[in-house]
């Protein structure tokens, strides 16, 4: 059973320019998560989905941001004009539908880099 | 708010002893806690999970207590290895399935 996939791993943009990450969550799986880690700063909530809806993305910027699950495919994150301060790691995590935890399960992350 | 706190200073231990980590909450009754490893330049690994009516919960050289009145939860890794060098977070349930994280402590382990 394969884990959670994120792509690219690394991304690199110029100031001005679109990113859009990709999660493949767990096969099973129906609820995505995504977080954004600073260095030498925790986990910062992001957005929570289930297929074709957003549940909470009080986390997420208001502008530049978007997150999307389709019935099919993965999920995308997308910023749009990407400025400096975007730069950091976004990690994607998965749980499973109906579960009674909320135990996650992470992807290995893309690392985004604005020039 | 709802706020959890870890240990900000790394901390360093000598192989083969017991390291213990600390998580304390304000302002929430989580039903269960959890804690994760986070190595460098990957995601966090799910570790142990314990319910707020559980005392005390252990997987094998790990060991995690929570005690809701002091509203902590103890974190220990007995005979520890340098392989167990890693950033650990802890995690309580939220509302909406949204988990709150601490920022991590990181601990060393030195051979």
């Known amino acids: 059973n394969a884990g959670v996939m994120q792509n690219p791993r690394h991304l690199v943009r110029r100031r001005g320019q679109e990113a859009r990450l990709r999660c493949s969550p767990m096969?099973?799986?129906?609820?995505v998560y995504w977080y954004r880690q600073l260095p030498e700063e925790g986990l910062k909530f992001m957005v929570y989905l289930q297929k074709e809806n957003i549940i909470d993305e009080s986390g997420m910027p208001k502008e530049r941001f978007s997150a999307e699950f389709p019935k099919e495919g993965p999920s995308i994150l997308r910023i749009q004009q990407v400025v400096r301060g975007d730069s950091a790691a976004y990690f994607c995590?998965?749980?499973?539908?109906?579960?009674?935890?909320?135990?996650?399960?992470f992807g290995p992350g893309t690392r985004l880099t604005v020039l | 708010s709802q706020k959890i706190e870890q240990n900000s200073e790394a901390l360093n231990i000598q192989e083969g002893k017991t390291a213990t980590l600390t998580c304390n909450y304000t302002n929430y009754s989580p039903a269960y806690l959890q804690w994760y490893r986070q190595d460098p330049g990957r995601g966090p690994v799910f570790l142990l999970l314990?319910?707020?009516n559980e005392k005390e919960k252990r997987k094998e050289r790990l060991k995690v207590t929570f005690d809701t009145t002091l509203k902590q939860s103890l974190f220990h890794i007995t005979a520890s290895q340098p392989a167990d060098s890693a950033t650990y977070l802890c995690a309580l349930a939220g509302n909406n399935r949204k988990l709150i994280w601490g920022l991590g402590t990181s601990l060393a382990v030195n051979p």
């Open positions: 314990i319910r707020e």
């Open positions: 096969k099973g799986h129906s609820h």
């Open positions: 995590a998965s749980s499973p539908l109906g579960a009674g935890t909320d135990t996650q399960y």
